[in-house]
């Protein structure tokens, strides 16, 4: 599938399953397992798998137009599409030796989601550096941990997880492993009931002696913490700010859309008719959108040329993205005054959402530690 197909795919999965749920899906704190098995059926769990798989072969440019497209429906379903795309970006890049080409298949035919099981309480927002250990035994390794922020907790089939290597003397020396839905000693450990993002089910998990075979090993001992920087990083945080795009797109209709129809009656005319103070701050939100869209259109120049300051660009789009869409969606509730307080809109459910990029690790405070050490030459790690 090309570009164009894949987007119009996204659109009609958005139009006719995403947005019709998204008010009750948020409401309960239900994961759609009906949004699943639709991108499954439209053939986008594969996007980014190569062709010989079963794939797409499309690269960051659709991967980002279909998240933002998703997520001007559904954020919490954008979500846990992003997540996994990153998780299967990391399978697809697995050392070799991994057996990992039947659930690439099973991927790109559209029966099998994953999801990435990177951060632990204990090293909190620095996902990059678990503090649960692989122990060698004669199976492969055993790895017990406590997963936090899983998203998909208890409905992916695989989860890509991380671990500090037997060996290991430094917090980035850690390892990738692929662990099935099914494997002995894995469970979901609480429920998830957050303030935004509420159907995306990302609930801490437990691993109990997990055994994972030395064929689900992913890297190389002390190769996950490259992974997660090469891999999985450019595609989180450009999915991170198409999910911010595609809310911003969500807030500016749904504003627009109330300041036509909601009318004073005793002067005959809508809000925006009237109020010249709506107009403008309707305008701020289109103008900080379309910035969003061109800075993630720059990023993806970045990431299809990959030249010196990619890095810098790719830390910068989370970060920058995360404040436009609190600043877009907070306006859009000032806009709509007390229809959005009062959720007889979409907005307020927009609002929320949009806070949780703030708080995502790698949360926004690191991502500027991050930011002004590479402006100064400092090392980040």
């Not at 951060?119 to 550096?129: I, L, Q, T, V």
């Not at 709506?278 to 939100?285: K, Y």
């Not at 989370?318 to 877009?328: E, T």
Request: hydrophobic letters at 45%.
């Amino acid at each position: 599938m090309n570009h164009d197909t894949v987007v119009a795919n996204a659109k009609d999965v958005a139009d006719r399953v995403l947005a019709p749920a998204a008010r009750q899906s948020d409401r309960e704190g239900r994961f759609s397992s009906e949004a699943v098995a639709a991108l499954g059926a439209a053939r986008l769990l594969g996007l980014m798998l190569p062709e010989e798989v079963g794939g797409s072969g499309l690269g960051p440019r659709s991967f980002a137009a279909v998240v933002a497209t998703l997520a001007e429906a559904d954020a919490s379903v954008a979500m846990v599409y992003l997540m996994h795309v990153s998780a299967t970006a990391t399978i697809a890049a697995a050392r070799p030796g991994a057996a990992v080409a039947p659930i690439l298949k099973d991927i790109a035919a559209g029966r099998h989601l994953s999801t990435l099981a990177f951060s632990e309480a204990g090293s909190r927002s620095h996902f990059w550096a678990p503090v649960s250990r692989a122990r060698r035994n004669a199976a492969g390794a055993r790895i017990s941990a406590k997963k936090s922020w899983v998203t998909s907790a208890g409905h992916a089939q695989s989860y890509v997880v991380s671990s500090l290597a037997p060996e290991a003397t430094d917090p980035t020396q850690s390892t990738l492993y692929l662990l099935q839905k099914d494997a002995p000693g894995l469970s979901v450990a609480g429920p998830w009931d957050g303030l935004g993002l509420r159907a995306n089910a990302s609930a801490p998990m437990t691993l109990e002696g997990c055994e994972v075979a030395p064929e689900h090993q992913l890297t190389e001992d002390g190769g996950g913490f490259p992974a997660m920087l090469q891999v999985v990083l450019p595609l989180f945080n450009l999915g991170t700010a198409a999910v911010a795009l595609g809310l911003c797109r969500a807030a500016v209709a749904a504003t627009a859309a109330h300041l036509k129809t909601a009318r004073f009656e005793h002067l005959g005319q809508s809000l925006g008719e009237s109020l010249p103070t709506l107009r403008a701050q309707l305008a701020t939100m289109q103008i900080d959108t379309d910035g969003l869209a061109a800075r993630i259109d720059d990023v993806v120049d970045h990431l299809e040329r990959p030249r010196e300051t990619t890095m810098l660009r790719v830390l910068e789009s989370k970060a920058a993205a995360g404040d436009v869409a609190i600043n877009v969606t907070s306006a859009a509730m000032r806009a709509c005054g007390g229809a959005a307080f009062s959720k007889q809109t979409n907005i307020e459910r927009l609002f929320r959402d949009a806070h949780a990029g703030a708080v995502m690790a790698p949360t926004g405070d690191v991502l500027r530690e991050f930011i002004g050490k590479a402006v100064l030459g400092i090392p980040l790690f």
